[in-house]
């Protein structure tokens, strides 16, 4: 069974801090990561491998320093990775992005199943695994808290507000996971090794064969055209004194709130 | 397209730098420099009062954008009843359809869903476009696509609102992608702009920075909205409007999936998302069994519990119930959070909440800058003896 994972390189949010004055985040020394849930996606993968055989191929669009994210999934364990990367790609919005990624996947070929996680924590719009099924014509299945193979068909549990949904599917078949779904592995030491020689598959737009009018900016329906920092409130009203004081106050200030 | 910076207009003022998404402009030797990272949005175009940024585009649309009018709302419902984000979108829609003099309608796809079709009106729909089978039963996303895909090719409409639900999310990206257009995910605000388009301004990076997004060349504009963040429309039984059934028009392609089984996870009745009160809890309980006390004081407000992912990871909560960046998003009218720091991504889950309250032992806790209301102490003194006094205000 051949299954590609859709990562993305993320900012590290963890490392996060708001600037106290001006509200606005602090970049500076911010590190980059495997999105979250890509993690996920990297583990179920690597899992279905395990049980049923095949190969594992990562996949992200990004600027050069993204192949960092690609050898942390070579040592992980999956078998090869590629970088789309191009001037041409960049400011791309989340049509113009499956777009591309799904013309890399084309280009690899020969697949299975897609996996990515359900969201990126940067731009948690969740619409670029959707778009790509719908790029390559294949069904999809998000957010996706348990898989497994049975009898050559995907069985998958889907997470719904108020419980889950258990749909079989056939094979290729785009699903998108969350992080319940399993707990990504560390590295091995063999495998943070082989990250360092393996050689990385590079490709252009042309390499593609994408059309650089669907890529990047050029080819992203939507624009930012303004940037701000919410308002936020900053002065909480301290309710003193006993606790059995304050607590009668808050009970107060709760019950005309729910009325 | 592209973004150019002009030196000999450049002061070094710094202005720009706030604007960028992207953090990709630089100001070096009195001089704003792009860096690689510039994807050239134009973003920083207005932020220059000297004129020295300069954004190029020359993009045109393709299609006719004046063939596209009205606003729709996708419907979607559970167990017979609408949703309340359909009754909200209905609420947002009918002020930017009044703004913009078109029409506000709804889709709805289903079995048995013409009571349902009737409320629409009720809340506002001039037209209910509805497509009633027993295949549309439950949300699957191969025949709702290709359905709603074709409508909104035959009828162009001029914008198209989802909820951000679990639904509507997949659905939505599957339609963008479809009829090729724009979307903008988790909008907390609509409006339409000065030259007749819809402003889409939605949270970014975990909700610290707010932005505002156009689709200016395609259409439908489209849009997904998280529950709880608009009012719904009023009901009001005099409202008049049509029902049109439309053709289902399913083939064998677009089932693709096999829904098995639809599970309802017991316990969990109150759906966290939609809550009208919230009360969580993080590390500051101590122990997991200290949970309870979380559990006593949402029963006795009629609340959903929501956690902090700490405690999640430590298994002191299922998953379902974490609220933050990698859990889940919620805007309750009353958000209690006890014994949770305020990690910036608890608080990208829970900070448009109408009133926060927090009870923490450290007062340093950064929860207390984004709370209303803040007590300082012990809760395992505090909790059990709000939950007594509220269960006593409401004998």
């Known amino acids: ?259 | 397209m592209g973004v150019y910076i002009l030196d000999d207009k450049c002061v070094g003022c710094s202005a720009c730098l706030k604007s960028c998404p992207f953090g990709a402009i630089e100001v070096k030797d009195k001089r704003a420099g792009l860096l690689n990272n510039c994807s050239g949005c134009g973003a920083c175009a207005d932020s220059c009062k000297f004129g020295a940024i300069v954004v190029e585009d020359n993009r045109q649309a393709e299609i006719d954008l004046r063939q596209y009018k009205d606003v729709w709302v996708i419907a979607e419902h559970n167990e017979g009843r609408l949703r309340s984000v359909t009754l909200e979108l209905l609420g947002e829609g009918r002020k930017l359809a009044d703004k913009l003099h078109q029409d506000l309608c709804a889709l709805l796809l289903g079995e048995e869903i013409g009571d349902m079709a009737n409320e629409l009106i009720c809340h506002g729909a001039k037209k209910v476009y509805i497509a009633q089978e027993p295949r549309l039963a439950h949300y699957q996303t191969g025949p709702y696509t290709d359905i709603i895909s074709n409508l909104i090719t035959t009828y162009k409409p001029n914008i198209v609102l989802i909820g951000a639900t679990n639904q509507g999310r997949d659905l939505a990206s599957r339609i963008a992608a479809r009829v090729h257009t724009g979307l903008t995910a988790d909008c907390t605000e609509l409006d339409i702009n000065e030259d007749g388009l819809l402003a889409q301004t939605r949270p970014a990076f975990g909700g610290n920075i707010m932005a505002t997004i156009l689709c200016p060349y395609h259409r439908p504009q489209m849009a997904t909205v998280r529950p709880k963040v608009f009012k719904p429309a009023p009901r009001d039984t005099s409202c008049v409007g049509e029902i049109l059934p439309v053709d289902s028009c399913l083939n064998g392609k677009c089932l693709l999936c096999d829904l098995l089984e639809v599970i309802k996870e017991a316990g969990q009745g109150v759906n966290l998302e939609e809550a009208e009160i919230v009360v969580a809890g993080g590390r500051g309980l101590g122990k997991p069994e200290n949970l309870n006390l979380i559990k006593e004081l949402a029963e006795a407000l009629g609340g959903a519990v929501g956690a902090s992912r700490a405690i999640v990871d430590a298994g002191w909560a299922p998953a379902i119930h974490q609220v933050g960046q990698t859990g889940k998003t919620v805007q309750p009218k009353i958000y209690i959070a006890c014994g949770i720091s305020g990690a910036v991504q608890h608080l990208a889950g829970m900070q448009s909440a109408d009133t926060i309250i927090a009870i923490n032992k450290d007062p340093d806790a950064p929860i207390f800058k984004v709370a209303h209301y803040g007590i300082v102490g012990d809760l395992l003194e505090i909790l059990p003896a709000l939950t007594r006094r509220l269960k006593q205000t409401a004998v």
């Open chain 1, 1 to 259: 069974m051949n299954i590609i994972v859709c990562i993305k390189q993320v900012p590290d949010t963890t490392d996060v801090k708001i600037h106290p004055e001006t509200n606005t985040l602090i970049r500076d020394g911010v590190k980059s990561i495997v999105n979250p849930f890509d993690a996920n996606a990297l583990e179920a993968a690597l899992q279905l491998k395990e049980a049923v055989g095949g190969k594992v191929t990562a996949i992200t669009m990004g600027p050069s320093q993204a192949i960092d994210i690609l050898r942390e999934a070579v040592a992980m364990g999956i078998d090869d990775a590629v970088l789309l990367s191009d001037r041409a790609f960049a400011g791309a919005d989340t049509l113009a992005t499956a777009y591309t990624l799904a013309m890399g996947i084309r280009k690899i070929g020969d697949y299975d199943l897609i996996i990515g996680g359900k969201q990126a924590i940067d731009g948690d719009t969740a619409q670029v695994g959707p778009g790509i099924a719908e790029q390559l014509g294949i069904p999809q299945v998000t957010y996706a808290k348990h898989m497994k193979m049975d009898d050559g068909m995907l069985l998958v549990e889907r997470m719904l507000e108020d419980g889950y949904e258990v749909i079989k599917t056939a094979l290729p078949v785009l699903v998108t996971v969350v992080k319940q779904i399993n707990e990504p592995r560390y590295p091995s030491l063999r495998g943070l090794l082989a990250a360092k020689k393996k050689e990385i598959t590079v490709w252009n737009a042309a390499d593609i064969g994408a059309d650089e009018k669907r890529t990047g900016l050029a080819g992203s329906p939507t624009r930012v055209v303004s940037i701000f920092t919410p308002q936020r409130n900053t002065k909480a009203v301290m309710l003193e004194g006993e606790p059995e004081k304050a607590v009668e106050t808050l009970a107060e200030v709760i019950t005309k709130l729910n009325i």
